[in-house]
């Protein structure tokens, strides 16, 4: 089949020919139908993270073609999409009900010894986070895929891979926003978005974002933000101690700057969290 494959940092991804191997245990291969890009998998091509040659994608959704023979959750004809989050099933996190902290996310891939999943003339290549999205076909241990509805377009469905999970994952898991908590959110862009929604899922009480784009915080206003800020035209610990005197209980920063953290602990209610 045909791959996105990065052979060496900073030169960007081949089309190569790589051989992928048939399902075995609770292995499932997906026809892939969209494959979002990550910032992440920018990153993963320009710094040494992981191993090299590698096929990255881990935003990917499909059509089961093939099932192991294990398989006991999704069924050939299955619209799904797969996860970045690496889950056993059986660990104690797992069992007690936050999959996303699994102790044991190795338990999804195949072990060292074993024959690799994706290979180029017998040698194999490093499979991003367990689904290598950057190709016709992924071969993917069915507790990192879901089932989504016929109706559900490919390219949004493949978002949910990690651009939704990491937003709403935030606020939901991470931070486990309350009813009537206060949240602020740097950075509305796809991952900020999603917390959006998440703090909206949650009851937040107050959603402010915070962004330098007018059409990023128009967005946010979709997704649900109550009050949306321009730090190029205002200073942010001011307006959110404005908005929310006691200051705010959650921050969330999809920004990554200094700057963005040090008002973010500024505007921070007595035990708050950034
Ligand atoms: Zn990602
Ligand atoms: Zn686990």
């Given at each position: ?66 099932l192991g023979p ?100 935030a606020v939901l ?19 900020g978005l999603n ?80």
């Open positions: 089949m045909k791959a996105l494959v990065l052979n060496a940092l900073g030169r960007g991804f081949d089309l190569d020919e790589v051989d992928i191997a048939s399902p075995t245990g609770r292995e499932v291969l997906v026809d892939v139908q969209a494959s979002g890009l990550c910032h992440t998998d920018l990153l993963f091509a320009t710094h040494d993270i992981a191993p090299t040659p590698s096929v990255l994608g881990h935003e990917v959704a499909g059509i089961v073609a093939a294990d398989v006991t959750q999704v069924h050939v004809g299955d619209r799904v999409v797969g996860s970045l989050a690496q889950v056993c099933g059986g660990c104690a996190r797992c069992l007690s009900g936050r999959p996303f902290q699994c102790l044991h996310p190795e338990s999804t891939l195949r072990r060292p010894g074993e024959f690799p999943r994706l290979s180029r003339g017998g040698i194999g290549l490093f499979q991003g986070f367990g689904l290598g999205g950057f190709a016709e076909r992924a071969l993917i241990h069915e507790n990192q895929l879901a089932v989504v509805p016929k109706e559900m377009p490919f390219a949004q469905a493949a978002l949910l891979g990690c651009g939704v999970v990491t937003g709403a994952g898991n991470t931070a486990n926003v309350k009813p009537g908590e206060s949240v602020v959110i740097f950075g509305a862009g796809r991952v917390a959006v929604s998440g703090a909206r899922l949650a009851g937040a009480a107050r959603i402010v974002v915070i962004d330098i784009q007018p059409k990023r915080l128009d967005a946010a206003r979709g997704f649900g933000a109550t009050d949306v800020i321009d730090s190029t035209t205002s200073k942010p610990v001011e307006v959110v101690r404005d908005l929310l005197p006691g200051g705010a209980d959650h921050v969330f920063d999809f920004v990554g700057l200094k700057m963005v953290a040090e008002e973010g602990l500024a505007m921070l209610a007595v035990g708050g969290a950034l």
